[in-house]
């Protein structure tokens, strides 16, 4: 069985989510190993979540929220990046840099949505399988 | 009329209890004088915490009584042991309680910051792990990949993405500069793991031995002769509870302070530049009453030229918590402490010295928000970094 990057996709009610939905809708292909999280909002983005989809052995985590401006409760997606900026830091020391990213897509943006996802895939596969993971697949 | 309750005082037979938290505490009989209640500074915030009535009712209910709230309120600060009698080792106690009991809880230790801090131990403890912790070393200064010294930075790489309010990082740097301006080339190794105090204080052995037996590996095959830390957690740690899962180091594990204080007296260290500021020292509780290190922070101080240190008036054993013990227990409750003891050393100095990263940031933490009651302008400064100032 060959490896294929499991990302964690933590996606906002309104926008990421949405726009997750909206490339399911229009028939949309993106990696298999993309398993969204629905949250509200980006800004109830726990540090904690970040950490443990690493430790539970995802390879990637990927959030995805609204663009600058359109965020539903005015500001969490600001929030949100202030949050996964400083979380980064902490990712980095573990040696797993590179391995959390933010991005935005409006509810329309289905394609912004896959290509993000397709992407990010992309990057984690270059990184290889997450050390924290205790048996990787050959 | 009722009968008396009769407190088995120093049981006979340590192995006919069954409990293993219970045995710790019978090793000493507890005599129910209550010193320990009004020295507690958990108890002067919350009159309803009582350190006697949680070893009356271990006793009397044969070891599972502690009720979930007195488990984790307990901050194992070890005021209540230092003004015992028959000197009750209560945090030990407590933290044996934890483990016992941290399985059969509703819910998980109240790890503060969601459980963040807790997760990170977690992760130091798996094998593969590849870290990436030096980043935080800036230009100038000289690390080593092998030597005699090693600089063990133990979490302070991870609490600056954490808590955004104090730069931990600078007492690193700090440690360094010393380190290289005294000639010694510090080793800062990738493969250092967590030292796991906060691991084993919330009840988790299992990760703590891990962690430990991961940190000895890559200590002794070093070969270095030394080994010196900022933190008093680590330095408690690594001197006193590693030796009891990995055997006796073969080498010497110091506390940053002990460093500074044996290279002034051997002339390989000379503060040049006057410090003119009034401070005062907060003892950490690691530090001071479990690691019975009072004076060496102390002479770091007096060995500052320009300084003026005043001290507060609870020090050394009877040295009052910052609040926080092992991010476990921190609420509206800690911040009354934490008042306490800013108005404390806001009435005698300006500046707040501790030893402990840890102290300065549950005390910077307190400042960073509103206060109970306004306090006059106080700065909290870590040991290593003022010691660094003086260099010039």
């Known amino acids: 069985m060959t490896w294929e990057p499991q990302i964690a996709a933590f996606c906002c009610n309104w926008c990421g ?18 398993k969204i999280v629905r949250l509200m909002c980006t800004g109830m983005m726990d540090p904690y979540y970040v950490l443990r989809a690493f430790e539970r052995g995802f390879d ?33 020391a573990l040696g797993l840099g590179g391995r959390l990213a933010m991005t935005a897509a409006s509810a329309a943006e289905g394609n912004v949505f896959a290509d993000a996802a397709r992407d990010f895939t992309e990057k984690v596969r270059k990184l290889g399988p997450n050390p924290l993971r205790q048996a990787v697949p050959a | 009329m009722t009968e008396a309750v009769v407190i088995p005082v120093g049981v006979s037979e340590p192995s006919a209890a069954p409990d293993a938290a219970l045995r710790t505490l019978a090793q000493e009989g507890c005599i129910q004088c209550n010193k320990c209640t009004f020295a507690c500074p958990v108890h002067r915030v919350d009159v309803l915490f009582s350190p006697r009535k949680v070893i009356l009712q271990a006793y009397l209910g044969g070891g599972d009584d502690v009720t979930e709230r007195d488990l984790w309120a307990c901050l194992t600060c070890g005021e209540c042991q230092a003004v015992c009698p028959t000197q009750v080792p209560y945090p030990a106690f407590i933290r044996e309680k934890r483990e016992k009991l941290r399985d059969v809880m509703d819910r998980a230790a109240p790890c503060k910051h969601g459980g963040f801090k807790d997760l990170v131990a977690e992760i130091m403890a798996k094998p593969n792990l590849m870290q990436d912790r030096r980043q935080w070393i800036g230009d100038g200064l000289k690390v080593a990949d092998t030597g005699d010294t090693i600089y063990f930075t133990g979490c302070m790489p991870y609490l600056d993405g954490i808590f955004s309010y104090c730069d931990s990082a600078e007492i690193g740097r700090a440690a360094i500069r010393i380190m290289n301006a005294a000639g010694i080339v510090p080793v800062v190794s990738n493969l250092e793991r967590c030292c796991g105090h906060d691991a084993l204080w919330n009840g988790k052995r299992e990760t703590f031995e891990t962690l430990a037996k991961r940190n000895a590996k890559w200590i002794v095959d070093s070969g270095a002769k030394r080994l010196v830390t900022a933190c008093a ?30 290279l002034v007296k051997d002339g390989r260290l000379t503060f040049a530049k006057p410090v003119p500021l009034l401070v005062t020292y907060q003892d950490p509780c690691r530090l001071g009453r479990h690691a019975k290190e009072y004076d060496a922070p102390r002479e770091v101080l007096q060995a500052i030229p320009g300084l003026t240190f005043v001290e507060m008036d609870r020090v050394r054993e009877n040295s009052m918590c910052c609040g926080v013990g092992a991010y476990s227990n921190c609420d509206a409750q800690t911040k009354f402490m934490q008042q306490e003891r800013l108005e404390e050393a806001a009435s005698k100095a300006d500046h707040m010295v501790t030893a402990c990263p840890h102290c300065r940031i549950h005390f910077s933490c307190y ?26």
Do not use: F
């Open chain 1, 17 to 34: 989510y949405a726009a997750a939905d909206q490339a399911g809708a229009a028939k949309m292909e993106y990696p298999a190993g993309v």
């Open chain 2, 233 to 262: 957690e680590c330095y408690y740690m690594l001197k006193h509870e590693y030796p009891k899962v990995i055997g006796p180091w073969p080498l010497e594990v110091l506390h940053m302070s002990e460093l500074i204080g044996e």
């Open chain 2, 367 to 392: 400042l960073d928000g509103k206060p109970v009651d306004p306090l006059p302008p106080l700065k909290i400064v870590d040991l290593t970094v003022l010691a660094a100032q003086a260099l010039g």
């Open chain 1, 60 to 92: 990637g985590v990927l959030v995805v929220g609204c663009h600058v401006g359109s965020c539903h409760y005015k500001s969490g997606n600001l929030q949100a990046k202030e949050q996964l900026d400083r979380v980064d830091r902490v990712v980095r």
